[in-house]
């Protein structure tokens, strides 16, 4: 009992300092929620989905210029009607069944640029494979950021942060949205700044490349994401 118990103990203290181990970990874990996911991922697409699919069918070009929608002011007179339940005005030739900003429901475009490479396929789960990537990249991201930022990498801390990220990833990234993308870069972003005073040498001008380039992949992601600028 005494030797269980101090191998238990032991095992608790034990380091672990191999990238290669970290890395085999977060495949390890990406490999379970790609099982978790596999059959969710499989269900007929829900309406946002469908619209979401439909303005990346449109093409990357259309989201990032925004062509064929309204103006900001055209866009609040058009909601003001609506309140209003008075006749609408709008430009010629708009179709709202087109509009890219409408059929993201306001969110920024990052999402459906990556969905804009699988939008054409008839399988759910293939449209659905840029969420098995996002939940790739989240996993490494918490897994990572739990590395980078805590001075004594052991192995419950990790196997804790690999399950907190399976059961992350099987709530967020269950379906095509914008909200998991964002939970990503949001931890990468706590570990960046963490990274200012963490135990790891890291310059002040990668850790600032690192911050501008989440911070702008973030506003890019979900409106929520200007929060992370404040």
């Known amino acids: 009992m005494f030797q269980r118990g101090s191998a238990i103990r032991t095992w608790s203290q034990t380091r672990c300092n191999s990238p290669a181990t970290w890395t085999c970990l977060c495949l390890i874990a990406w490999t379970i929620e790609v099982a978790l996911l596999w059959s969710p991922h499989a269900s007929l697409l829900n309406w946002d989905e469908v619209d979401y699919v439909n303005a990346a069918r449109l093409g990357i070009e259309v989201n990032a210029l925004e062509k064929g929608s309204l103006s900001p002011s055209e866009f609040v007179q058009f909601g003001l009607s609506k309140i209003r339940?008075?006749?609408?005005?709008?430009?010629?030739?708009?179709?709202?069944?087109?509009?890219?900003?409408?059929?993201?429901?306001?969110?920024?475009?990052?999402?459906?640029?990556?969905?804009?490479?699988?939008?054409?396929?008839?399988s759910e789960r293939v449209i659905r494979s840029v969420q098995l990537f996002g939940s790739g990249v989240f996993?490494?991201?918490?897994?990572?950021?739990?590395?980078?930022?805590?001075?004594?990498?052991?192995?419950?801390?990790l196997l804790l942060v690999s399950l907190l990220a399976l059961w992350m990833a099987r709530l967020a990234f269950g379906s095509v949205s914008f909200h998991g993308w964002e939970a990503t870069w949001a931890t990468v972003t706590a570990a960046l700044l963490a990274l200012l005073r963490g135990p790891m040498p890291v310059s002040g001008r990668v850790i600032g490349v690192g911050l501008s380039t989440v911070l702008a992949l973030a506003a890019l992601t979900l409106e929520t994401g200007l929060v992370l600028w404040v």
């Open 139 to 157: 996993t490494c991201a918490v897994i990572l950021s739990y590395v980078a930022t805590t001075r004594v990498v052991q192995w419950p801390g």
């Open 85 to 122: 339940r008075a006749d609408v005005v709008l430009p010629d030739r708009y179709d709202e069944q087109r509009d890219p900003f409408i059929l993201r429901h306001g969110h920024p475009p990052f999402v459906v640029f990556l969905l804009s490479l699988v939008a054409d396929s008839r």
